[in-house]
Nanobody, 128 residues
Framework: QVQLVESGGGLVQAGDSLRLSCAASGRTFSSYAMGWFRQAPGKEREFVTAIAGSGGSTYYGDSVKGRFTISRDTAKNTVYLQMNGLKPEDTAVYYC?????????????????????WGQGTQVTVSS
């Protein structure tokens, strides 16, 4: 069982940076792939980025590539999402997720289905 708690959301202006954190409970944190997804009002939940359990592989959605960076600190059981160059279209509720993903590849990590555990979400609002 894994519990996830996100923090770090807020209201910022376009071009600003923000760092989200996701603290995970449990002793097997390193065995889980961690992902960030987001959902804007009236839209489906969208893949943002993910990192393998080992931390060796990362994946990014096209809309955030080059602006967002995912990282994990195994000692702190925490995954981070550094968001730079924020745009109004980044406005959404951001969710942290954990799942056991055994095969590499963007398609496996970007799919919602492998993620069994989800946080409650944190709101990010970017004003123009």
């Amino acid at each position: 069982q894994v519990q996830l708690v996100e923090s770090g959301g807020g209201l910022v202006q376009a071009g600003d940076s923000l760092r989200l954190s996701c603290a995970a409970s449990g002793r097997t944190f390193s065995s889980y792939a961690m992902g960030w997804f987001r959902q804007a009002p009236g839209k489906e939940r969208e893949f943002v980025t993910a990192i393998a359990g080992s931390g060796g592989s990362t994946y990014y959605g096209d809309s955030v590539k080059g602006r967002f960076t995912i990282s994990r600190d195994t000692a702190k059981n925490t995954v981070y999402l550094q968001m730079n160059g924020l745009k109004p279209e980044d406005t959404a509720v951001y969710y942290c997720a954990a799942g056991r993903i055994y095969w590499s590849g963007y398609g496996n990590y970007a799919d919602l289905k492998p993620y069994n555990y989800w946080g409650q979400g944190t709101q990010v609002t970017v004003s123009s």
